[in-house]
């Protein structure tokens, strides 16, 4: 006798897009998302647990399982609520639009440094408003003349390059905050005799002459546009325009 597999469950945004069968009630998806987020805002991804957002949200602790499974699901509320902030304007031309995208993620992750600590399910979830910014880079690009794997592949650069970048600054970041460092000086001081023993071995005279001549260790914005100005750059490039 053959087994019966388990069905899939239902994908929680088609599950929200139905009407709640209780027209009043006090517990809504947006108000699951904004506690969340706020949590994970002030305290960190692992403040956020089923018990204590229905603490701030002063439910019963079973309440936001009406919406969600649990932690996994929520994680997918919390990043479709922050994709809200990153809205690419119409009529932009592809270059742009890549640039507002760029930009706009860097942004939204200075606001919830949490996004670079996500869980590969939470960091591959398809929401709504995620597949908005996606569904606006790629008709941005659509008039480029590449074919639709190339298009994908150009927007996945742009998107990765951002991500990258917000991953290293928040790390960097977060690690000065754990020990109290108020800038780059501090940290390069703290790491100064790692540093020393590695350059005198001689094994790396291009890192030393950064270190001996570059004036912009500090300046991360300019560190990002740079590199976002070289990808695109080299976009251009490919595309002969």
Not at 4 to 15: I, M, N, V
Not at 145 to 173: C, H, K, Q
Not at 186 to 195: G, I, K, N, T, V
Not at 219 to 238: H, M, N, P, Q, S
């Amino acid at each position: 006798m053959a087994v019966e597999k388990d069905k899939p469950r239902e994908p929680l945004w088609a599950r929200l897009e139905r009407p709640a069968p209780a027209p009043r009630q006090t517990l809504t998806p947006q108000r699951i998302a904004t506690a969340a987020v706020g949590i994970a805002d002030a305290e960190g991804l692992d403040a956020v647990t089923m018990r204590r957002l229905a603490t701030e949200l002063g439910v019963a602790p079973m309440a936001p399982y009406r919406y969600v499974s649990g932690k996994d699901e929520l994680l997918e509320l919390m990043v479709d609520h922050v994709y809200e902030e990153l809205r690419l304007p119409e009529g932009l031309g592809w270059r742009e639009t890549m640039r507002a995208l760029g930009h706009g993620t860097r942004e939204m992750t200075l606001r919830h440094p949490w996004l670079a600590q996500l869980s590969p399910q939470a960091m591959l979830a398809l929401t709504p408003r995620r597949m908005a910014v996606t569904e606006r880079s790629l008709s941005a690009l659509a008039g480029s003349g590449l074919d639709p794997d190339t298009t994908m592949s150009v927007f996945r650069a742009v998107d990765a390059y951002a991500n990258g970048a917000m991953a290293y600054e928040i790390a960097v970041r977060s690690f000065m905050d754990e020990r109290g460092w108020a800038d780059g000086g501090e940290l390069r001081s703290e790491l100064a005799p790692q540093m020393t023993w590695h350059i005198q071995t001689g094994r790396y005279p291009a890192f030393e002459g950064y270190l001996m001549a570059a004036t912009r260790k500090d300046d991360v914005l300019w560190r990002f546009e740079t590199g976002l100005d070289y990808v695109l750059d080299g976009i251009a490039a490919k595309l002969g325009i």
